[in-house]
Structure formats: C-alpha cells, structure tokens
C-alpha cells in the first residue's frame, strides 16, 4: 500500500490561500490520491482527488507533481469554517478499494 | 451530492446491551460499504468492509462475533456492536462508494458511542 506523508499542524490567515503537501513518493501507476477533511465530531467529507493531472473543484484545487511523488491541496481563500484536520489518501485499488486514513495535517485557520 | 446517512448520532447505553448502528446510502446504491472506528485525538481506523448480499470482510485484530454486519440492500448496512463493554465505547463511521472505479467514498456523520 502506497503511505503518505504530511506536516502534523499548520496555520493559515483567513482569507490566505492555503497549501496542505503531501508526500506518496511510493504511489504506483493506477493509485488516485484523495484529499478529505474532517471537521471536529463529524464525519469525513470528501474534498477531491485526482491521477495525474490537477484538479480543481468548488472547494479546492489539487496539484499533483509530474512524478506523482507529491501533490498539494490548495484552498484559495481559507475561511474559519476550514479548520479540520486534512487527510490525503491513496487509494488501495482492488477488489475492496478501501482507504486507509495516516494521521493527516491539523489545519487551524486564524482571523 | 451523494448522501450517507447515519443513525443514531449519539448512543448510551449500559454494559452487556447489543447496539445496532445503521448506515444508508441515501441518492444512489452502494454493493459496498466501509465501517471506521475513532478513537479520541485519532484517526480513522478501518474496521470492515461490507459487501451486499455476501459476509463482510474483517480487517486484522477486528472481531467478527463482536462487530456484526449485515448488508442486507443496495442501500444499507448495519453495524451491531454485541455485548458491548465501556472499551467499545468510540466513535463509529461508515461510508458508501458511488459506482465507478474512481468515484470517492461519502460518510456519514458518525455515531458515538457510550458505554457504561
């Protein structure tokens, strides 16, 4: 299974971009990477994910590097309501395609 | 968006009951749905994967007689924690993938969990 790597806790000024990175330097060919967040007592919600190119949706954009080594969450103008803790994920392709969740980035948005 | 839907949110109960904790996929079918535990200033950890119409599949350490799933539609499963004791108390999530080799998984809110 491909592991990911991120920064324990960072901060951000709200109304700042923020960049959440990520390292999956052992990612394989045909492994997507998604991005959730989890807000205090809540379940996981689902951000946006990606293969080779970069993405964007209405919350996010993900940048993923040429050699797929590391990819970086981008909320472009961060509010009080992003802070949560941020999980970047590969997902373990196969017959159960489960997601299994590291410890993630603690990302406190400040006023 | 696609909807999981998770009940109860919040459960007490004294030591020795059974609890049954459903998850329903709510605006699309789901053959497979996933059942996380979390424990307080931790992350998620997988607990089973529940398949329609077939038993589930037990991650490492998990114990099948003690976490019963049933996955008896397209658009729920249950997860029933038998003869629970005050160290099954946590906070318990699951999730549904939409069809489609890439599609993300949605979950729910989560139940906790409280044993006495």
């Known amino acids: 299974d491909a592991k990911t790597t991120q920064p324990p806790s960072m901060d951000c000024a709200e109304g700042r971009a923020a960049n959440l990175p990520c390292n999956h330097s052992?990612?394989?060919?045909?492994?997507?990477v998604y991005w959730y967040r989890q807000i205090h007592s809540q379940g996981p919600q689902y951000i946006i994910h990606?293969?080779?190119n970069n993405e964007t949706n209405e919350m996010a954009s993900l940048i993923i590097t040429e050699d797929r080594k590391s990819s970086t969450l981008i909320l472009p103008h961060a509010t009080l309501r992003d802070t949560a803790v941020y999980y970047c994920i590969v997902r373990v392709l196969g017959n159960t395609d489960k997601l299994i969740f590291g410890t993630g980035t603690r990302l406190q948005v400040f006023p | 968006g696609a909807v999981v839907s998770q009940h109860p949110s919040w459960v007490i109960c004294k030591s020795g009951t059974s609890v049954k904790i459903e998850c329903r996929s709510l605006d699309f079918q789901a053959t497979t749905m996933f059942w996380y535990r979390q424990f307080p200033k931790q992350s998620l950890m997988l607990m089973a994967t529940s398949n329609e119409g077939s038993k589930a599949t037990y991650e490492q350490g998990v114990e099948k007689d003690k976490f019963l799933i049933n996955h008896a539609s397209l658009t729920l499963s249950t997860l029933t924690v038998t003869s629970a004791h005050p160290e099954d108390s946590s906070f318990y999530i699951c999730?549904?993938?939409?069809?489609?080799?890439?599609?993300?998984?949605?979950f729910g809110d989560g139940t906790r969990l409280s044993i006495l």
């Open positions: 052992t990612i394989s060919g045909n492994e997507y």
């Open positions: 999730s549904a993938r939409e069809h489609g080799p890439s599609q993300p998984q949605h």
């Open positions: 990606g293969l080779k």
